[in-house]
């Protein structure tokens, strides 16, 4: 069965790092684009970072661009969200999802979900 668990997320102050996972289970991330989204409360989902198939190219939403990283670990079927110099306005849930066409991370084309999970930053 296709599953997506992240994990990582937790509370910490401003300025301070994070690196949250999206492990994959019942098929092999590579062959898929991968996005991090998140939804804070009150707000609509946004679009975070992705990664496309099958060359990893990457993108940023503007407002982590220079301050997140997303990498990808095919060996540990894993994605990972570096996230530095985070603010308080970066406190959501995070959540990973995949399309297996495609070659960006539209919320309304992705095929598969995960749960999230909580980043808090406050001090």
């Known amino acids: 069965q296709l599953q997506l668990v992240e994990s990582g997320g937790g509370l910490v102050q401003p300025g301070g790092s994070l690196r949250l996972a999206c492990a994959a289970s019942?098929?092999?991330?590579?062959?898929?684009?991968i996005g991090w989204f998140r939804q804070a409360p009150g707000k609509e989902r946004e679009g975070v970072s992705c990664i496309s198939r099958p060359e990893g190219g990457t993108s940023y939403a503007g407002f982590v661009k220079g301050r997140f990283t997303i990498s990808r670990d095919n060996a540990k079927n894993t994605v990972y969200l570096q996230m530095n110099s985070l603010k308080p306005e970066d406190t959501a849930v995070y959540i990973c999802?995949?399309?297996?066409?495609?070659?960006?991370?539209?919320?309304?084309?992705?095929?598969?979900w995960g749960k999230g999970t909580l980043v808090t930053v406050s001090s």
């Open positions: 019942g098929f092999t991330l590579d062959a898929y684009t």
């Open positions: 999802a995949v399309r297996r066409s495609g070659y960006v991370c539209y919320a309304g084309d992705m095929d598969y």
